[in-house]
C-alpha cells in the first residue's frame, strides 16, 4: 500500500539535544497526524494538524503542516529519555468516512542520558 | 484525548484454534474502527475497516475468512483470527477516529500461535 517518506529513520541523541523528523508525500494530504510509539503498545497521538502552513506546539514538541500540503515536520526541543520511541508520522486524504491513514515507516529515536 | 482499549493484550494460542480481539471506544462512539497489523520494527499495515452495521472492508491481500470481523455496536468491534497459525503470530491494533480525522488507538494485542 501506500506509504509515506519518512526520515531520518533513525536518530541517537544526547540527552538535552533538539530533534527533527519529517515526512514527504507525493500526493497532497487534508491531514497530518503525528504519534509515538513504545514498544508494546499502541501509538499515542501528539500532535493534529488541519491547515496548510498550521503550527502547533504540544509541550517540547511542535510540529507543522507544509504549504504545498505534501509534508510535515515534528520537532522536539531539549530531549529527555522517556523521548525514546518510535515515531510515526501518518497523513489523511479524505475526511468524512473515508478516513484511512497513510503512515510512514517510523523514525527510532534514542537518547543517551 | 478519547480512549480505545484493546483486549486481551496478550495471547497465546495454539495452532489451528481461533482467536478473538476486541476493541472498544470507551467514551465515544465509533461508526468505523480500523484493524493493523505491525511487524517487529516496521509501521502499521490496514488490513480492515470495520463499519458498524455492515460489513467490513478488507485491504487488498487481506483473507476476509482468515480475519473475520464484526462492528456489533457504536463501541465495539472484534478481529477474530480463524484456523490461527504461526505465521498469523504479529502485534495487532485497532483504532477508532474521533471527532473529525484524530484516530486513537487500542494498547495493542500479541498474538503468538505455538
Known amino acids: 500500500g501506500q506509504q509515506l517518506n519518512q526520515s531520518p529513520q533513525s536518530m541517537f541523541i544526547q540527552e538535552g539535544e533538539d530533534v527533527s523528523m519529517n515526512c514527504t508525500s507525493s500526493?497532497?494530504?487534508?491531514?497530518w497526524l503525528w504519534y509515538k510509539q513504545d514498544p508494546g503498545e499502541g501509538p499515542v497521538l501528539l500532535i493534529a494538524?488541519?491547515?496548510a502552513g498550521e503550527l502547533t506546539s504540544n509541550g517540547r514538541l511542535t510540529a507543522q503542516f507544509g504549504i504545498t500540503r505534501k509534508d510535515s515536520f515534528l520537532n522536539i526541543s531539549a530531549s529527555i529519555p522517556s523521548d525514546v520511541g518510535i515515531y510515526f508520522c501518518a497523513g489523511q486524504l479524505n475526511a468524512g468516512n473515508n478516513r484511512k491513514l497513510i503512515w510512514g515507516l517510523g523514525t527510532s529515536l534514542a537518547v543517551n542520558p | 484525548g478519547a480512549v480505545v482499549s484493546q483486549h486481551p493484550s496478550r495471547v497465546i494460542c495454539k495452532s489451528g484454534t481461533s482467536v478473538k480481539i476486541e476493541c472498544r471506544s470507551l467514551?465515544?462512539?465509533?461508526?468505523?474502527m480500523f484493524w493493523y497489523r505491525q511487524f517487529p520494527k516496521k509501521s502499521l499495515m490496514l488490513m480492515a475497516t470495520?463499519?458498524?452495521?455492515?460489513?467490513?472492508?478488507?485491504e487488498q491481500g487481506v483473507e476476509k475468512d482468515k480475519f473475520l470481523i464484526n462492528h456489533a455496536s457504536l463501541t465495539l468491534s472484534t478481529l477474530t483470527v480463524t484456523s490461527a497459525h504461526p505465521e498469523d503470530s504479529s502485534f495487532y491494533i485497532c483504532?477508532?477516529?474521533?471527532?473529525?480525522?484524530?484516530?486513537?488507538f487500542g494498547q495493542g494485542t500479541r498474538l503468538t500461535v505455538v
Open positions: 483504532s477508532a477516529p474521533h471527532r473529525n480525522t484524530e484516530a486513537f
Open positions: 500526493s497532497i494530504f487534508n491531514t
Open positions: 494538524l488541519y491547515k
Open positions: 470495520s463499519n458498524e452495521g455492515s460489513k467490513a472492508t478488507y
Open positions: 467514551d465515544f462512539q465509533a461508526t468505523t
